[in-house]
């Protein structure tokens, strides 16, 4: 097996843990260690997720508590494009006032969502055509 493939995530190494659930922990460990090497989980990764497993649990993490991510939106996307385009040196924190927003998510709409990088010397720029 090439050093690529046996690159697995957490949830694919639960998924091979509950596939091998009715065998002994130290086995289920050994056969994920010749097979994936140095990227096999550790052997209380093995023992903890057959404990998980016996309750019956999914391989899938749990929802994380609190509110989810609502504020980029295409709407939003396009009014902070409105206003960069109107006047490239405008300020994150003007934006993120005017639209009532953070200024985190203000950032990460300019740079993520259009694709645009701030320049030191003349304010906004698009990132592909530079």
């Not at 289920?28 to 140095?38: G, K, T």
């Not at 997720?49 to 996307?77: H, I, M, Q, W």
């Not at 385009?85 to 985190?104: G, N, T, V, Y």
Request: glycine share 4%; aromatic share 6%; proline share 3%.
């Amino acid at each position: 097996m090439s050093a690529e493939s046996s690159n697995l995530s957490n949830i694919e190494h639960r998924a091979v843990i509950k596939y091998f659930a009715k065998e002994k922990r130290k086995e289920i460990f050994e056969d994920m260690v010749s097979v994936l090497q140095e990227s096999a989980p550790s052997y209380t990764m093995v023992k903890n997720g057959l404990a998980y497993f016996n309750k019956d649990e999914s391989c899938e993490d749990d929802p994380r508590p609190g509110r989810p991510v609502t504020v980029v939106t295409e709407e939003n996307v396009r009014k902070i494009e409105k206003l960069v385009l109107a006047d490239r040196r405008i300020k994150l924190w003007r934006i993120a006032e005017e639209l009532q927003i953070s200024k985190e998510r203000v950032g990460e709409i300019i740079h993520e969502h259009m694709n645009i990088e701030k320049s030191v010397r003349v304010g906004y720029q698009n990132a592909n055509a530079v």
